[in-house]
T-cell receptor
Framework: EDQVTQSPEALRLQEGESSSLNCSYTVSGLRGLFWYRQDPGKGPEFLFTLYSAGEEKEKERLKATLTKKESFLHITAPKPEDSATYLCAVQDNNDMRFGAGTRLTVKP | DGGITQSPKYLFRKEGQNVTLSCEQNLNHDAMYWYRQDPGQGLRLIYYSQIVNDFQKGDIAEGYSVSREKKESFPLTVTSAQKNPTAFYLC?????????????FGPGTRLTVT
């Protein structure tokens, strides 16, 4: 069965302190890996899609990378407004599966 | 302004009552989805629909029902048979037939049943 595991569950950073969030997955026939940002009480906001190992996508302070077994969301010099829960999801031939998310807090 | 709307934002019901959550999209997306989100868990799929008048059960369909009479609308009914209905419900949609699979989400409805 497909599995998506995100780590850590929670991450606290100081403003400007770069770090990475991990999403490891097992899936048969990856059709895409997705990163979303979710603010409290709101729906997830789409960030990136990655399709194949070696692919990278960037948006402002965020950079997503993909290998055959995991994806990283790198956050460079984060700001307090980057505080949110980041969700990872994988699409196989049939379904999209979500991880439980990493709750990121960036302190000023 | 294209997007997905869910209403209401908050919903309170007594145990034993059925309740219907609204989801509307004007993105001209073919596929629509309902998920449930509980603290510490990933989103879990309740139902999905790829075309009008057709829908399939997801992983946790028991106690829920849906309809898809229009492309734009995919309402979810939480019935009294759902044992733990209190949760955050998310509707999503995506375009079909393009080889891309990203789903776009509405703002969610928080349902509290007491």
């Amino acid at each position: 069965e497909d599995q998506v595991t995100q780590s850590p569950e929670a991450l606290r950073l100081q403003e400007g302190e770069s770090s990475s969030l991990n999403c490891s997955y097992t899936v048969s026939g990856l059709r895409g890996l997705f990163w979303y940002r979710q603010d409290p009480g709101k729906g997830p906001e789409f960030l990136f899609t990655l399709y194949s190992a070696g692919e990278e996508k960037e948006k402002e302070r965020l950079k997503a990378t993909l290998t055959k077994k995991e994806s990283f969301l790198h956050i460079t010099a984060p700001k307090p407004e980057d505080s949110a829960t980041y969700l990872c999801a994988v699409q196989d031939n049939n379904d999209m599966r979500f991880g439980a998310g990493t709750r990121l807090t960036v302190k000023p | 302004d294209g997007g997905i709307t869910q209403s209401p934002k908050y919903l309170f019901r007594k145990e034993g009552q059925n309740v219907t959550l609204s989801c509307e999209q004007n993105l001209n997306h073919d596929a629509m989805y309902w998920y449930r989100q509980d603290p510490g868990q990933g989103l879990r799929l309740i139902y999905y629909s790829q075309i009008v008048n057709d829908f399939q059960k997801g992983d946790i369909a028991e106690g829920y029902s849906v309809s898809r009479e229009k492309k734009e609308s995919f309402p979810l009914t939480v019935t009294s048979a759902q044992k733990n209905p209190t949760a955050f419900y998310l509707c999503a949609s995506r375009i079909s037939g393009t080889g891309t699979f990203e789903q776009y989400f509405g703002p969610g409805t928080r349902l509290t049943v007491t």
